[in-house]
Antibody, heavy 115, light 113 residues
Framework: DVQLVESGGNLVQPGGSLRLSCAAS????????MTWVRQAPGKGLEWVAN????????YYVDSVKGRFTISRDNARNALYLQMDSLRAEDTAVYYC????????WGQGTQVTVSS | DVVMTQSPLSLPVTLGQPASISCRSS???????????LSWFQQRPGQSPRRLIS???NRESGVPDRFSGSGSGTDFSLQISRVEAEDVGVYYC??????????FGQGTKVEIK
């Protein structure tokens, strides 16, 4: 079965950094684009970033460009999101998803940016 | 960016009755490869989203056949033929034709009357 397990969420002060991880199993990780989607409290879904299988294409939503970095390690079946210069508006549950079409989702990890 | 507009945003339904959610895109979602990358997601209370339908009308494995998707171009809909209690939640459409960015609708909250 496909499994995506996020970790790394925490409470952090504005301007701080966090690194989210997503451990993938049950499928050939190196064969898929991977995506991060977030959901602010009580709000809808927002695509954040995604990365092609070989890292040759990477895309970000405008609001995180220059602050967030998506990466992957195909040998470890792992997806990452390095989040720097965090703002209050980055507070959300962050989901790891398989593929550009997000056919599988993890359980999410909570990121709270507050002083 | 492609804007996805769902209606209604709140949908009270009676158990056993049909329900329909509309999703409109600000531009045609027909891709250069001929496919239309419009998906529907269900998010039950306290759970992660789950993809129900891809490419307008392709139901995911394990999704009950009371869920169906239809539409073309810029107008799409998700239909539930007979609403069950487990269908309560928020439903989102998403386009993956014109990217970046990939964009979601605002969500439609389905609740039982």
């Amino acid at each position: 079965d496909v499994q995506l397990v996020e970790s790394g969420g925490n409470l952090v002060q504005p301007g701080g950094s966090l690194r989210l991880s997503c451990a993938a199993s049950g499928f050939t990780f190196s064969g898929y684009w991977m995506t991060w989607v977030r959901q602010a409290p009580g709000k809808g879904l927002e695509w954040v970033a995604n990365i092609k299988q070989d890292r040759s294409e990477i895309y970000y939503v405008d609001s995180v460009k220059g602050r967030f970095t998506i990466s992957r390690d195909n040998a470890r079946n792992a997806l990452y999101l390095q989040m720097d210069s965090l703002r209050a508006e980055d507070t959300a549950v962050y989901y790891c998803c398989r593929g550009k079409g997000a056919d599988y989702w993890g359980q999410g990890t909570q990121v709270t940016v507050s002083s | 960016d492609v804007v996805m507009t769902q209606s209604p945003l709140s949908l009270p339904v009676t158990l056993g009755q049909p329900a329909s959610i509309s999703c409109r895109s600000s531009q045609s979602l027909v891709s250069s490869d001929g496919n239309t990358y419009l998906s529907w997601f269900q998010q039950r209370p306290g759970q992660s989203p789950r993809r129900l339908i891809s490419k307008v009308s392709n139901r995911e494995s394990g999704v009950p056949d009371r869920f169906s998707g239809s539409g073309s171009g810029t107008d799409f809909s998700l239909q539930i033929s007979r609403v069950e209690a487990e269908d309560v939640g928020v439903y989102y459409c998403m386009q993956a034709t014109h990217w970046p960015p990939w964009t979601f609708g605002q969500g439609t909250k389905v609740e039982i009357k």
